[in-house]
């Protein structure tokens, strides 16, 4: 663990992309105070900024806490992350740098050698980040606000319905390593329509899965003998 604030806002982010901390999970500035080395001042800070960024809720004299996930929020989640993630996408070819697609070959490195060791939180880290890169590329500033939220759910869910024994599972992540390597091609290529097809591809992988643990096939009943 990393002391100071940078320690603080680095992990507070991985536990809630990891569900380490769990949705509506209350935190603490006496405890962050203590744990990082900090005084309250800087704490509220950094929770301020997570509260911005979609991490957090300050709710007035009620502390703050992880941002909750319901049915609402999965709902709204599904109904507009393929039109986000298609925006994002088609902006990404237009106003990518040599910098930031550097960048999203290394973030890829990482999470096809976390797939690699099953590390699921390394996956989550890694597969957020290539896809917080290409709202970078996308350049705008309401995508971008729009793009980070859908993907601190998306994290989030995805980190609950993995199952690394499972072989649909492994198939998946197999599946999504090379949409990634097929990403980088098409942006660097400035093939738009390609990228906006992976799109759909790559989000279709999730949809399906996650779609299958929010609304699983119901159990048999027992026969009655």
Same mark, same amino acid.
């Given at each position: 663990?990393?002391?100071?604030?940078?320690?603080?806002?680095?992990?507070?982010? +991985?536990?809630?992309?990891?569900?380490?901390?769990?949705?509506?999970? %209350?935190?603490?500035?006496?405890?962050?105070?203590?744990?990082?080395?900090?005084?309250?001042?800087?704490?509220?800070?950094?929770?301020?900024?997570?509260?911005?960024?979609?991490?957090?809720?300050?709710?007035?004299?009620?502390?703050? +806490?992880?941002?909750?996930?319901?049915?609402? $929020?999965?709902?709204?989640?599904?109904?507009?992350?393929?039109?986000?993630?298609?925006?994002?996408? +088609?902006?990404?070819?237009?106003?990518?740098?040599?910098?930031?697609?550097?960048?999203?070959?290394? $973030?890829?490195?990482?999470?096809?050698?976390?797939?690699?060791?099953?590390?699921?939180?390394?996956?989550?880290?890694?597969?957020?980040?290539?896809?917080?890169?290409?709202?970078?590329?996308?350049?705008?500033?309401?995508?971008?606000?729009?793009?980070?939220?859908?993907?601190?759910?998306?994290?989030?869910?995805?980190?609950?319905?993995? +199952?690394?024994?499972?072989?649909?599972?492994?198939?998946?992540?197999?599946?999504?390593?090379?949409?990634?390597?097929?990403?980088?091609?098409?942006?660097?290529?400035?093939?738009?329509?390609?990228?906006?097809?992976?799109?759909?591809?790559?989000?279709?992988?999730?949809?399906?899965? %996650?779609?299958?643990?929010?609304?699983?096939?119901?159990?048999?009943?027992?026969?009655?003998?």
């Amino acid at each position: 663990m990393k002391t100071g604030k940078n320690g603080l806002y680095g992990d507070l982010k +991985r536990q809630i992309l990891t569900m380490e901390l769990g949705p509506d999970e %209350m935190l603490d500035e006496v405890t962050l105070s203590e744990r990082y080395g900090l005084s309250r001042t800087p704490v509220r800070e950094i929770l301020r900024r997570l509260d911005g960024e979609g991490y957090l809720e300050i709710r007035e004299n009620r502390g703050t +806490r992880v941002s909750p996930m319901n049915y609402t $929020t999965v709902r709204n989640f599904f109904l507009v992350a393929p039109m986000i993630y298609a925006a994002v996408g +088609r902006l990404a070819v237009q106003n990518f740098t040599e910098a930031q697609l550097n960048d999203l070959k290394e $973030t890829q490195r990482r999470f096809r050698k976390a797939a690699d060791e099953k590390n699921p939180m390394n996956m989550v880290i890694e597969n957020n980040r290539f896809h917080e890169i290409m709202a970078e590329m996308a350049d705008n500033p309401y995508l971008m606000a729009s793009m980070n939220r859908l993907l601190i759910d998306h994290a989030r869910i995805a980190h609950t319905v993995f +199952r690394p024994r499972d072989a649909d599972m492994q198939w998946r992540l197999e599946q999504s390593a090379d949409h990634h390597d097929a990403f980088i091609v098409a942006i660097a290529e400035h093939n738009e329509e390609r990228v906006v097809d992976l799109v759909f591809e790559h989000w279709e992988l999730s949809r399906e899965k %996650m779609q299958m643990f929010v609304v699983p096939q119901g159990l048999k009943a027992d026969t009655l003998t």
